[in-house]
């Protein structure tokens, strides 16, 4: 359950992170706006997606990909 | 010295232990697997500076995309059918399969010279990363043509960096690959949000009515930098196309794609150029030319992010410098007798570290990364030969492994050869390697089989 919430709340932080640079583009965000809800949507996203990906299989590519 | 070649030759071998075996049917993995794996691989650090530096190169915005649309494309179809169909019939790494082809002393100058590169790319990811903590104390970034570091605080902060990431690759490779899986598409989001946002600071309005104008005349306007030698189409076709040389048609790739199902995983690189090599570049392009063409990965994405731009810069060398330094650090386990494996990290973290206090590797990053793919190419096309020429002309395969010999002089002749030959050719840098591989690829062919005519 909470690695499925974790991999929701992170993936939507990933979606605020483009979000937010559209918005300003668009106008509808200012500068400060933008990057204030990039950099929260950064920090939403490592800390989700470390309990999402972390805890996930250890087989992850550098265990199967040698040298 | 047979003798030492030998201990040198049995200790590399205990290195690549665990991968001496083709790899079973069992362990290979999905198509998925691949794309993830290239995706992740090719939005690093050095992105932020080679697409800047086509801006500064003078290429028009038409060369660009065509150049990086069919340079892309050709480094795709080099992993699909130079890399991966070897890799699918071997399923060895290169180190293996050169071994069967050059013997131990070959693999060894290989080893050591994929070392000293590997040290020298690290250095450049570390120069990336001091760009944007330079910003926080307030250093000044050596300017385009520097050679020399330019202050005693540009110094001490490569020394904090280098030992910074040495300490931690020493610390923990494994955790920090994993950690660098969940950092490359926040990565990713830095290089594409930030050319958003510097959109219209360039003058792009809303309805993108304008883009191509702008595009054409305040980014990729045709002119070049003062003192940068000015590029076109066939620049940058060639540049996308090596950019990965020593991966694809320098086989070193074997490593990973003798894991795929079929040999049309090679495909799956696509993932890896398109997003990375093409639009990260035409990302950090827009972003240079929102500071007014200075060469400053950091202030660009500063500028175009804000913090998260400059941790973006920061964790980009930094997840990309460590495994960097692990692959130094086992290169060069082969020659240091029984040393720890901290102790030989420690040595190239050391040696990345000076070297990186020299911006120039990472201002020349474009012409470092021609040297680094042609360097390693010759032993793509000496592999290239003997796994699918000699059995057409009837030329034995495999004889260093059959008859015992240390080192394959023939192969180590052509490698040389064909580098001394590229070093002298009158054509630009970037388009050497081709008829290179041509060189080395006839060369080493007629050699051997004149070689068994005697």
Avoid at chain 2, 25 to 46: D, I, N, R
Avoid at chain 2, 109 to 117: K, W
Avoid at chain 2, 150 to 173: Q, R
Avoid at chain 2, 417 to 443: D, K, N, Q
Wanted: aromatic letters at 14%; one cysteine or more.
């Amino acid at each position: 359950m909470i690695k499925r919430l974790s991999r929701l709340g992170a993936l939507m932080s990933l979606g605020i992170c483009l979000a937010a640079p559209v918005l300003f583009f668009a106008g509808k965000l200012s500068e400060g706006g933008y990057k204030l809800a990039f950099n929260l949507a950064s920090a939403g996203w490592f800390v989700l997606a470390s309990l999402w990906l972390m805890k996930r299989t250890k087989k992850g590519p550098s265990s199967w990909v040698g040298s | 010295m047979a003798l030492r070649l030998a201990d040198i030759a049995a200790r590399m071998d205990r290195l690549y232990e665990f991968d001496r075996e083709p790899v079973a049917a069992a362990k290979l993995q999905s198509g998925g697997k691949f794309a993830g794996l290239f995706a992740g691989e090719h939005v690093a650090a050095t992105e932020f500076v080679i697409g800047a530096f086509f801006v500064l190169h003078g290429v028009t915005a038409r060369d660009l995309l065509l150049g990086l649309l069919l340079g892309n494309l050709l480094a795709v179809l080099s992993w699909t059918f130079l890399c991966a169909p070897i890799a699918v019939r071997t399923r060895l790494t290169l180190y293996w399969y050169l071994k069967r082809i050059a013997g131990p002393g070959v693999t060894l100058v290989y080893n050591i010279a994929n070392a000293f590169l590997y040290c020298i790319l690290a250095g450049a990811m570390i120069s990336v990363s001091a760009t944007a903590l330079g910003l926080v104390f307030g250093i000044d970034v050596p300017k385009l043509g520097a050679v020399l570091p330019n202050s005693v605080g540009w110094v001490l902060l490569i020394f904090a960096l280098g030992a910074a990431f040495t300490t931690m690759a020493i610390l923990g490779f494994e955790k920090l690959s994993r950690f660098a899986q969940i950092c490359s598409p926040w990565i990713f989001l830095v290089f594409i949000a930030g050319a958003i946002a510097v959109l219209p600071r360039l003058g792009v309005r809303t309805n993108l009515g304008n883009l191509w104008e702008v595009a054409t005349t305040k980014v990729w306007n045709g002119v070049a930098a003062a003192g940068q030698d000015k590029f076109g189409f066939w620049h940058i076709l060639f540049f996308a196309w090596f950019c990965n040389l020593a991966m694809h048609v320098g086989l070193s790739d074997l490593a990973l794609l003798r894991y795929a199902k079929r040999w049309t995983y090679g495909l799956y690189s696509a993932f890896g150029m398109y997003p990375g090599h093409m639009l990260a570049w035409i990302c950090s392009g827009l972003m240079v030319a929102a500071i007014g063409r200075e060469m400053h990965p950091g202030l660009m994405a500063y500028q175009a992010v804000g913090w998260a731009g400059v941790a973006g810069v920061l964790l980009a060398g930094w997840t990309t410098a460590n495994p960097t330094l692990y692959r130094a650090g086992l290169a060069l386990q082969t020659v240091t007798p029984n040393w720890p494996r901290w102790k030989i990290t420690l040595g190239a973290g050391v040696a990345t570290t000076i070297l990186a206090c020299f911006p120039v590797f990472f201002l020349k990053l474009l012409d470092y990364v021609a040297i680094y793919g042609l360097v390693l190419m010759p032993v793509g096309a000496i592999v290239f030969a003997e796994h699918w020429i000699f059995p057409l002309l009837k030329i034995e395969q495999y004889q260093a492994e059959k008859r015992g010999w240390a080192c394959n002089w023939t192969a180590l002749i052509v490698w040389i050869g064909t580098l001394v030959a590229c070093f002298t050719m009158p054509i630009h840098l970037f388009f050497r390697w081709l008829p290179g591989y041509g060189i080395a690829l006839v060369s080493y062919t007629v050699l051997m089989a004149s070689r068994r005519r005697t």
